[in-house]
């Protein structure tokens, strides 16, 4: 199969990534996947027009597949087991999970743990629970004639297809990364929970990467994906700065404490690790009604955005201090002892930004 072509508009050599190989996708009755009118199907006949297919990039380790149309968008599972063809980015609803039967025959599980299937009536649905003849996919190689302009029309796309290790690779990347900027005596600064809005500059944790392709492309070694509330496996006090924002409620009491001892370790005698979350108390108190019992509880401050574990100003610094910060300093959006601050994001419109969240920087030790 061919990994590069001459791009028409300027002649320059257009590299598929080496972590790439580019198929088609075809049903057990040989018919091909396709987009028509953005409704994913599979075509009556063996129409192999370029307006039409859907190709199917694979990663070299096969442990996950994207789908792109000729557009360059990315096919998604809903969770009402439809698909969509307008896609920009990558997210876990554009990554199917290949079942293999043999090297090109394969199954693709969603990430609502269902299968992709070909009906009888030209539709393409992702509900299925179990794997039937109409679950079975082909990979089929395409003739290099077609190839390259395909290729051409979804280089731009391919090319910002850009893997994440697993959790040991991703932990090795990222203490690589940790030791790399020691060694050049570079200060050391983490940012928890970026969500959509990474840091330049900063090594961003997350525990799913949702960010511009851009970024991925252009600072692929700043941004990491595991589970901030493990072991960092880098050395002790080596980090200047640790920032996140409406990340830390999001975790069980357990990991919250488990993540603080792991910050502090890490830290920096006189560095700041600086927390923004939403205020339990300043919640309750707005919208709250004690006096009706259980039914007064505003509960959807843990069940509109999957908080788990919240806290007040009191329970902060009782923990922090537990751990061995030295001092913890209360303070107001956007304002901050240290020189790292990149700035408040959080709160949005949801919140009030001066009560709503807490605003506290821990200190390993008093300055």
């Not at 990430?111 to 794997?131: F, K, P, T």
């Not at 029309?153 to 203490?175: D, H, L, M, V, W």
């Not at 949702?210 to 960092?232: C, G, K, M, T, Y």
């Not at 908080?307 to 100003?313: A, R, V």
Request: charged residues 25%; hydrophobic residues 35%; negative net charge.
């Amino acid at each position: 199969m061919s990994k590069s072509i001459d791009e028409q508009t300027n002649n320059c050599l257009i590299e598929i990534p080496n972590n790439i190989d580019v198929y088609w996708l075809q049903t057990f009755n040989e018919k091909y996947i396709s987009v028509v009118d953005g409704r994913v199907c599979h075509t009556q006949s063996s129409d192999l027009s370029a307006e039409v297919n859907v190709i199917m990039a694979v990663n070299r380790d096969r442990d996950f597949v994207v789908l792109l149309t000729p557009q360059g968008n990315y096919l998604s599972a809903q969770v009402d087991g439809t698909l969509q063809a307008d896609r920009k980015l990558i997210g876990p609803w554009e990554k199917f999970k290949p079942v293999y039967f043999s090297n090109d025959v394969l199954a693709l599980l969603t990430d609502h743990d269902q299968y992709l299937c070909a009906e009888l009536d030209g539709n393409l649905v992702a509900n299925r629970s179990s794997i039937g003849s109409c679950e079975n996919f082909n990979l089929t190689s395409i003739p290099k004639s077609i190839l390259d302009e395909l290729v051409a029309a979804i280089y731009p796309s391919i090319k910002r297809i850009i893997t994440f290790g697993n959790f040991e690779s991703e932990i090795n990347r990222f203490k690589n990364k940790v030791l790399s900027l020691q060694a050049e005596k570079k200060p050391i600064k983490i940012y928890v929970g970026p969500g959509k809005i990474p840091k330049v500059g900063f090594l961003n944790i997350e525990l799913e990467v949702h960010v511009e392709p851009d970024f991925l492309e252009n600072h692929f070694d700043e941004i990491f994906q595991f589970p901030a509330n493990s072991s960092w496996s880098i050395p002790d006090c080596c980090v200047d700065y640790i920032f996140h924002e409406d990340f830390i409620e999001h975790i069980s009491q357990q990991s919250q404490i488990e993540f603080l001892a792991e910050a502090y370790r890490v830290l920096k005698p006189g560095a700041i690790h600086r927390i923004s979350t939403p205020c339990l108390i300043e919640s309750m108190r707005l919208y709250s009604d004690f006096e009706k019992g259980f039914q007064g509880v505003f509960s959807d401050e843990w069940k509109r955005w999957s908080h788990i574990n919240l806290f007040s100003k009191k329970m902060i610094e009782e923990i922090a201090t537990m751990i061995g910060y030295k001092r913890v300093h209360f303070t107001v959006k956007n304002h901050s002892l240290s020189e790292h601050h990149p700035g408040d994001w959080r709160p949005g419109s949801d919140r009030d930004e001066n009560f709503g969240n807490i605003y506290v920087e821990l200190l390993k030790t008093a300055e």
